[in-house]
């Protein structure tokens, strides 16, 4: 594509139509050291010149201030965008740094109502669960998500890390349009049943951190590289022994990298986008970024296809990985499968 755009495809059978790659604006806020409101600024204009129109974000991303940052952008741009935001992880008010996770139909309705006033819109174009609280049944959940859907306060519904048979539960209650989970070179434990499941329902997959959060780069090393306030310091892989074993993965990665003339990230995006084809469903990655030289290779990463061969070299990568990707695995639909 002579101008750089990227293409688009339909999330999942009961979604919009988006750029193929989508941008995940968390960083913008906090999680990955100091912010530069500027750069991420010129950051989601580039994007949009680049023909990426869907842009993630939850409640939960600096207590709402993700949500306060994209507002203006999201209003200048309202027709071209599709807004993903989640609710779920609660913030108790005499404790800002715990989050407690709420699914109770109460919750959902105060949680969609601040949503809205701190975007500043009259509708959200995909509202995701962002983590599952087993104690609410999610049949209650999801039907009270219906009821904003018919409410004309959102359009479509999405679930985050949730196992196969919760999306089929929830499916069955209202049609699900994305499941978000974490899926990368390093982290594929959704693809023996979530991605079966979501290929059968017509649900896309939105894969977060198909980055590795920024390891699979090659940008950090080691925990220790990052700011004392930097989340990924608390993520297992990250550490110690796992982080020196970890960064010895990426020589087959740089491998192919070589043979493409691209960077390590863009291969690492370039598997993404692939396993569309892989495993016949649609994959929208929300890589993170907030300079728009990465926003610039990182949809490059579109058109970079691999061999089969390449392929298979890649696919062993992943059963090699040292640590989980969270400290308590718990909240994944890992850790219910």
């Given at each position: 594509?002579?101008?750089?755009?990227?293409?688009?495809?339909?999330?999942?059978?009961?979604?919009p139509e988006?750029?193929?790659?989508?941008?995940?604006?968390?960083?913008?806020?906090?999680?990955?050291?100091?912010?530069?409101a500027e750069a991420s600024r010129a950051t989601l204009e580039r994007a949009l010149e680049l023909g990426v129109t869907f842009y993630d974000t939850a409640d939960a991303y600096g207590a709402g201030e993700n949500e306060r940052f994209l507002s203006p952008f999201f209003k200048a741009h309202r027709d071209e965008v599709v807004i993903a935001t989640k609710f779920a992880l609660s913030i108790p008010p005499d404790d800002p740094t715990r989050r407690v996770i709420r699914n109770d139909p109460p919750y959902i309705r105060q949680a969609v109502e601040a949503s809205l006033k701190r975007l500043d819109v009259d509708v959200i174009d995909l509202y995701y669960m962002h983590r599952r609280d087993v104690n609410v049944p999610?049949?209650?959940?999801?039907?009270?998500?219906?009821?904003?859907?018919?409410?004309?306060?959102?359009?479509h519904l999405g679930l985050s890390e949730v196992t196969a048979d919760e999306l089929r539960a929830a499916h069955a209650?209202?049609?699900?349009?994305?499941?978000?989970s974490e899926w990368s070179l390093f982290s594929r434990d959704i693809e023996p049943?979530?991605?079966?499941a979501?290929?059968?329902?017509?649900?896309a997959l939105v894969p977060y951190s198909p980055l590795g959060r920024g390891f699979l780069t090659g940008s950090f090393a080691k925990a220790e590289d990052l700011t004392p306030d930097d989340f990924r310091r608390q993520q297992p892989r990250f550490t110690g022994e796992n982080a020196t074993a970890n960064a010895t993965l990426l020589e087959l990665i740089r491998s192919v990298a070589k043979a493409h003339d691209a960077s390590l990230g863009q291969i690492a995006l370039a598997w993404a986008h692939q396993q569309a084809t892989v495993h016949d469903l649609p994959v929208i990655p929300i890589p993170g970024t907030r300079k728009p030289s990465r926003v610039e290779e990182n949809t490059a990463a579109t058109r970079i296809v691999l061999t089969?061969?390449?392929?298979?070299?890649?696919?062993?990568?992943?059963?090699?990985?040292?640590?989980n990707r969270y400290a308590d695995m718990a909240f994944t639909s890992a850790g219910r499968e």
């Open positions: 594509m002579t101008d750089g755009r990227i293409t688009t495809a339909k999330l999942g059978d009961h979604g988006v750029g193929v790659q989508g941008l995940g604006c968390m960083g913008m806020s906090f999680a990955y050291g100091p912010v530069d999610i049949e209650e959940s999801v039907g009270t998500m219906a009821d904003l859907v018919r409410e004309g306060k959102v359009k209650v209202h049609p699900i349009a994305a499941v978000q049943k979530v991605v079966p979501a290929r059968d329902l017509g649900v089969d061969e390449q392929l298979d070299l890649l696919d062993g990568i992943a059963a090699q990985v040292a640590g």
